[in-house]
C-alpha cells in the first residue's frame, strides 16, 4: 500500500520562502514520477511541479524561476524549495505519484496521479 506524508508548510509573508517535504512508503516502481500539486477552496486541483524518474523536473508557468523540486529516492522523498511567495501561492500542497505502465508518461495531468497525500496547507500574506 501506498502511502505519502507530507510536512513543512506554514505560513510567511509575500517574498518570503517555505519547504514542504513529502516522505513515500510503498512506492516502489522505478520509472517513478512525483509531484507537488495545489488546491484552494472552489478551485480545481492545480499543477505545480513535477519530477520524472531520471531527475528531470517540469514547473508551472506560475512558479517557474521561484519554486525548485528535488527528490532522494534513497529516503523515497520529495521535496519542494518555495521562494518569492506570493499570496497567490496560497493553498493545500499535495503530494503525488503516479503508478508506472506499459507506457511511461510523467506529465502535469492531475487525472494521471494514482497516490495522493493529505496536503499541507501554505499561507502567504500579503
Known amino acids: 500500500q501506498v502511502r505519502l506524508v507530507e510536512s513543512g508548510g506554514g505560513s510567511v509573508q509575500a517574498g518570503g520562502s517555505l519547504n514542504v517535504s513529502c516522505v513515500a512508503s510503498?512506492?516502489?516502481?522505478?520509472?517513478?514520477?512525483m509531484g507537488w500539486f495545489r488546491q484552494t477552496p472552489g478551485k480545481e486541483r492545480d499543477r505545480v511541479a513535477i519530477?520524472?524518474?531520471?531527475?528531470?523536473?517540469t514547473y508551472a508557468d506560475s512558479v517557474k524561476g521561484r519554486f525548485a523540486i528535488s527528490q532522494d529516492k534513497a529516503k523515497n522523498a520529495l521535496y519542494l524549495q518555495m521562494s518569492s511567495l506570493k499570496p497567490e501561492d496560497n493553498g493545500m500542497y499535495y503530494c503525488?505519484?503516479?503508478?508506472?505502465?506499459?507506457?511511461?508518461?510523467?506529465?502535469?495531468?492531475?487525472?494521471?496521479?494514482?497516490?495522493w497525500g493529505q496536503g499541507i496547507q501554505v499561507t502567504v500574506s500579503s
Open positions: 503525488a505519484a503516479k503508478k508506472d505502465g506499459v507506457w511511461y508518461v510523467c506529465d502535469m495531468d492531475v487525472a494521471r496521479y494514482d497516490y
Open positions: 510503498g512506492y516502489t516502481d522505478r520509472r517513478s514520477c
Open positions: 519530477i520524472d524518474w531520471i531527475g528531470n523536473p
